[in-house]
C-alpha cells in the first residue's frame, strides 16, 4: 500500500466556536469541564485534560442539551429510558436494560440482562465476536465455513476425508478411512454399498451379503470344502466319486470328459490340465486370485475385483482415496483435499479459486470491505477554545472529531474500502489492495462499492493463531483508549496484518503522511472486527498540514496536537507534562492509532 488517501472533515461546528457565538461562555455554561466528561459522553475513556475549571462544582440546567456542573449528560428531554435519564445521569448501570442498551452491568452475572463477561460459547464451530462495551456490549456468534484441519470444528457439509477434524460417518456419501463403502453413494458408483449378491455360477462357492445396510457391507463368497449325498453340485477339494457322488468317476483317466473342467492326469502346460495355486496370479494387486476345487476335475481359478480400500494391498480401488487407503496417490479433481493440495473442488477448471493443481488461485475474484467505524484513539486532537479543550470525542457539549469521522461514513462522503484478492484467511499472505476514495452507496442487503480516488497495493499477512498486531505501550499515552489489538481467537478465521508502508491521510484538505503505517484486523465471516490503522506523524508534517479550524481560522496540525515544544505551540504547552509525543528513534512526532470495523460490500470493477 503506497498511499492512502482518508478524505475526513476532522473538525466541524464545535459550540460555541464553531457555530459563530460572540465569546467565551460563562462560568458554569460551557459545557465539558475536562476530557473526562467529555469522554463519558461519549462512551470513551477519559482522557484526564485539566482546563482549568473553577474545583467548586456547579449545579447544571438538566434539560438544556449542554452538560453543566455535575451532570453526566444533557440529552435535552426527560426520558427515563434512553442513555440520559430525567436527572442528567448515564441510565447505565442502574439495574434495568432501557431501549438504549443491550444489558446493564449493574445486573449480576447469569441473570436476565446482564452483560457478558466472555462471549465463548465452547462451540468451536463458530468465531465468537465481542463488540460494544459496558451497557452496549454484545456477543455474536459467527458459523466457520471453512474447511481447516486441526481448528477442532467440523462445519456443516464437511467430511474426514476433507476436514482432519471430523470423524468418518456412513451415510454421508463420501468413503471414508474405516470404510468399505457409503450407504448415501448411488448403485452403480464407485464406492456404494451392495445390497444384493450375484450368484458367480460356480456350485462349489455360497454367496452371501456381510454386514447389509452398514458402510461394512460387502459380498463373500465360501468355498463348500465337505462332502454330501450329491445334492450340492459340488465336488471339493479332495472328494472322489466315492466319497461325493458329484465327482467325476473317471477323473484321472487323463481325459478331459463331460462334466470335467479338467483332468488331473493330464501333465501340466499342457490343453486341460488342471490348474495349481500358482497358476492363478495374474499379477494384477486389485484382483483376488485364488484357486477353486483343488486337487479334483473341477479345479479352476477365481478372479474377484478388490472393491474396499485397504491399507498395504497395494491396490487403490474405485473410490478410495489417500485418505482411506494409503496405496492410493493423491488426485487433483477428486473432490478430496489430500497431501499436498490445498484445495479441491472436484474439477480442473480454472478460474473458480482452486486451479489445476489443487492450489489456491491466487485470481482477481475480489472481496471487498467498507470501513463503517472510525476512531481517533491516540492521540487527541485538541483546540484551544477558552482553554486547550480536548475535541476528539466532544467538545463543549458538542460532536467532536469521531462524530465526524461517523458522520462522512453514514452519509458515503467517507469510503475506505479493503479489497482482498482473494480473501483466502487460510494462506500465509493475500494481496489486498486499498482504495482510499471509493466510489459506494447503500443498498440491501450490501452496499455497493467501486473503484474511486487511489488504489494502494500492499499484501495482507495472516495468521490463524496468535497476536497480529499489538500497539508498543511506549507509544500509547494511558488516560486514553487503548488500540485494538487483532488476534486470532480459537475456532475463528484468523487475523491479518498488512505490510509497513508510507501513507497519505487528508485532514480537511490538509494532506499529512504517516510513515511505517499498517492496517490490522480480526476476520469474521462477512465482517473485519477489531480493526486498527497506524502510523507515525513526524514534527514536520504536523508543521506543514494546515488545518482549517472554524471561527479559529487556519491552524497547523501540531498546534492541534498536545506538545510541550514551546518554541511552535503545540496545543497544551506549558506544562510540560501535557505532551503526548512519541519518537521513533530518529526524530520526534506521534504515533498514530485509529480503531476500525468493516462490512462486506458488493464490488464492481470496471
Known sequence: MNRLVLWVGILGCVGAVGCGDDGPPPDGDAGMSDGATADARSGEDAPGVDTGRPDAPITGRCGNEVVEGDEECDDGNEDDLDACDSECR???????????????????????????TTCDDEDPCTSDIASGRDCLATCTAVPITDFVDGDLCCPEGASSADDADCMAMCDN??????????????????????????????ACTVEALSMPDTCRAECTDTLIDTTDDGTDGCCPEGATTATDSNCSAECGNGVRDTGERCDTAIPAGEPDACPVLADCDDGDPCTRDRLANAGNCRARCRTTAVTAPTDDDMCCP?????????????????????????????????GDGCDGSCMIEMSTTPTAFRITRLVLRDPHVFIDAFGCRDATDTVLGQPGANAQFQSGIDDYSLNVVSVFRPLAPAMS???????????CMADAPTDDCSPGGTEVMGTANNSSSGICYAADPMTLTGAYTAPNTPTADPGGMGCFVSSTETVSISLSGATITLEDAQVAGEYAGTRI?????????????????IVPVPILGDRSLYSLLRSSDTTNGGCGSPPSDADDRDGDGMEDGWWMYLDFEADEVDWTEP
Do not use: H, K, Q, W
Open 90 to 116: 448515564f441510565t447505565c448501570g442502574d439495574g434495568e436494560v432501557n431501549s438504549a442498551e443491550a444489558c446493564d452491568t449493574a445486573i449480576a452475572a447469569g441473570e436476565p440482562g446482564a452483560c457478558p
Open 173 to 202: 456419501g463420501v468413503l471414508e478411512a474405516g470404510e468399505l463403502c457409503d450407504t448415501a453413494i448411488a448403485d452403480g458408483e464407485p464406492g456404494a454399498c451392495p445390497t444384493t449378491c450375484e450368484d458367480d455360477g460356480d
Open 318 to 350: 474405485a473410490g478410495a482415496n489417500e485418505t482411506n487407503d494409503n496405496d492410493c496417490a493423491p488426485v487433483c479433481g477428486n473432490n478430496v483435499r489430500e497431501t499436498g493440495e490445498a484445495c479441491d473442488d472436484g474439477n480442473l477448471d480454472p
Open 429 to 439: 499472505s493475500t494481496p489486498v489492495s486499498l482504495y482510499t476514495n471509493g466510489m
Open 529 to 545: 472486527v477489531d480493526g486498527v490503522i497506524v502510523g507515525f506523524l513526524t514534527f514536520a508534517e504536523a508543521r506543514a498540514a
